[in-house]
């Protein structure tokens, strides 16, 4: 069978049937071109990041103050060093994968197996590491006013320049307002969490406290955030409407809506290639171990995951730099 | 099932002795490029500062150095470098083609939204 196709396929033309034009396996092939689909997804939400940012080009968040966090280093500035992080650990996870379909070409299995078992362990330390992430993103670290225009105000010390927290300085005015739930309002409506502090309280302890200025969100000509005078935050801090803690979908305290509802939405995604890339991985890790490529005589599926699993860190690669860098 | 592997990366400039020589090579030309991109956002050098085509200079580098990463990723890890020029041309025109229209027609469009915000007779900051 082999030999008559070979015959044929030097008499007749590359397309002309009876080999594989491409040189490529069905399986790799669809794979390839899902991955083709996949990263126009990606490059849409990324482009369409873009447009809001390029929209509002005064006044994006600086990625550098709001992603500073990083593990057992609490209050010290310290942009991007944790994602840079992230991205090394998913680069290695990548290696110890085209290690793996290496070793599935010299068919050792035992060798496929172990460099299977780093990338999950990678993998799973990426999205450990993008959970802890997420949650200093959502609990926020200084909290923020909105007004009425949806304008976010932070606020820093005149003296320092730095952010300061509000619960440091808001006032404490007692009240009955409590959260309205179904069982103790009208059964039909409620609300969500309220913020520690109300309106007031944040306006009275400004008020109180000269040391305080607010920082708005347009930006200056060399892309610092333009901070108020004492004259002029007073008169803006008197448009609040909502005091804003940490993120959400509807607010967040960095600034522009947008940007936390396409940091959730493009992070996101990205994380859940990676979980279900871990996941396949773990297929495919049990199935080197039982020896199923083994008995096929070849480890082509390792290949093919591997294909998926190299995307997502190509797509992590662009995501840092649109999101973290640029 | 032995696979033939190309094992010269820069345009022949560099040969490795084998894959997997080839695999560490690589990683390490990526971790280069990423702490050199990871330097260059903590310091942001003045020099970088400067707009060329609407964009900072700063901006323009990182974008080439992650398409540099993206292309080694693409064309080792995944041995795009390995596979028929058929395959690759139509893996990677598609794309090459589509996403820098879809980019710039959307920057462009985001940036007239800009302009009509900033210097039309709309009030945006109420």
Redesign the interface.
Known sequence: MDATLTNQSENEKIWGGGNKPLNSSYGKMMMWFFIVSDALTFSGFLAAYGFSRFKFIDSWPIADEVFNHFPFLHGVDAPMYYVALMTFILIFSSVTMVLAVDAGHHMKKNKVAFYMLLTIVGGAIFLGSQAWEWKNFINGQYGAVETRGGQILQFVSADTGKRVNITSFAASIPTDREQHQGRNGIWYASESTLPTYSVEEIKKGFINNNDLLVKTQQLDENGHKIVLSREESISKIAQSVYVVEGANLIRNEYGNRLFANFFFFITGFHGFHVLSGVLINLIVFFNVVIGTYEKRGHYEMVEKVGLYWHFVDLVWVFVFTFFYLV | ???EHKLSIFRGRLTFAS??QK??GV?IF??IV?VV??AL??FKPTIL?SYFLGMKLL?WI??I??IV??YY??W????LRD??R??TS??VL??VI??PY??FI??L???Y??NV??DGFVS???
Do not use: C, Q, R
């Not at chain 2, 080792?76 to 041995?79: A, K, Q, R």
């Open positions: 099932m032995a696979v894959n997997t695999i560490w990683l990526l971790s990423t991109e990871v956002g903590i500062m901006n990182f974008i150095l992650t990463k993206a990723i693409a080792d890890f995944m041995h596979e028929t058929s395959l139509s893996i598609p794309l589509l996403i879809l980019v959307l920057l469009e985001a940036d939204i800009y915000m900033t945006w900051n109420f």
